[in-house]
């Protein structure tokens, strides 16, 4: 995995050849599941070596998951740990709501003697291994023909909503975090205030994580059966109950063409393009827009790329910029695992 020069991001470490042929077990947190892989650096890249995904409810912490990965790859010796987690990472610890565990680098340095371990929030991890795709890993769905200098936002809707970005500095991209996800969401029309009503009660503040999520998509599913009435068929309830909630009610819209499915998709797309056009506003994403996270991905050949372009480049004053802003849809993923290993690896000098 070496990375692609249209990214070129900061990283010191690639220039010392300390960190060339170091381990390092990089890890991707997730509420479903738990990814670990097995690397080694060298010449500016990785080499995965192993790679094992665990039930992440199965398991009371992560070190059990951790021990288990070492056991079932009987390794020694590794080096160095990184660890993506969904929430924020505060002077090396992190406690994310979706997790209930307590991460903490000190412990794990100290538990297992590593000589370094590193802690990133998983969108930020994801913008690092965003550097090793492919050019057929974007999927464009407006562009100029490339990323553009300036700063990037990086939107990814999955188990949550994750936000994120690229601050440039006139040279390198430079990851950040943000929890934009759960900054308050704003409805725009009469439909969309009764939509934000109910999802008040339910919720009191009500976050974009609520609309632009696994989550959120239920949500606008069942506003639209239970306040719109919008019917549903009996064999798809009993069918979204027991399967992938996302994939099944994408089958029913693309394959069954069922009505208040095929409305679902269209509301969280225009959804998804709005909050787009918060985000790049928020960080002024001159260089572009990513779009990532499961949802988009299934999505992918449903989205309407010029109808979601023109949703997204509404503003107040601010039209002229957001339409030049690139958009690409990222086709690869869990970039966060591969994205901690090239950080844990490569960000120190």
Known sequence: MILNPKFPLYLPGVENSNNDNISIIGAS???????????????????????NVYQTKEYASFSDILKKFIQD????NVKRLGMAVPGPVLNGKSNPVRLGWNLDVEEYARDYGFEKVEMLNDLEASAYGM?????????????????????????????????????????????????GGHSEFSPRTNVEVEFYQFLNNIYGIVSWENVLSKTGLFNIYRFLRDVKRH?????LGERLAQG???????????????????????T??????????????KVKATGGLLIAGDIPQIMREYIDKDKFYEKFKISDKMEEMLRNIPIYLVKQNHTALKGMALYTAYYQI
């Open 231 to 235: 019917p549903e068929p009996e064999w």
């Open 268 to 281: 969280f797309l225009e959804f998804l393009a709005r909050e787009a056009n918060n985000l790049t506003l």
């Open 244 to 266: 992938n909630f996302v994939e099944e009610l994408y089958k029913a819209a693309v394959e069954e063409n069922v009505l208040i499915c095929r409305i679902a998709l269209d």
């Open 29 to 51: 947190l997730r509420e479903d599941i738990t990814i670990l892989g097995y690397f080694v650096s060298g010449n500016g890249g990785l080499e995965m070596k192993a790679q």
């Open 73 to 76: 790859n009987q390794l020694e």
């Open 131 to 179: 550097a090793l795709l492919e050019d057929d890993d974007l999927e464009a769905i407006y562009t100029s023909g490339h990323l553009e200098k300036g700063n990037v936002a990086v939107l990814a809707p999955g188990n949550g909503l994750g936000e994120a970005g690229y601050f440039f500095d006139g040279k390198y991209l430079r990851p950040f975090a943000t929890e």
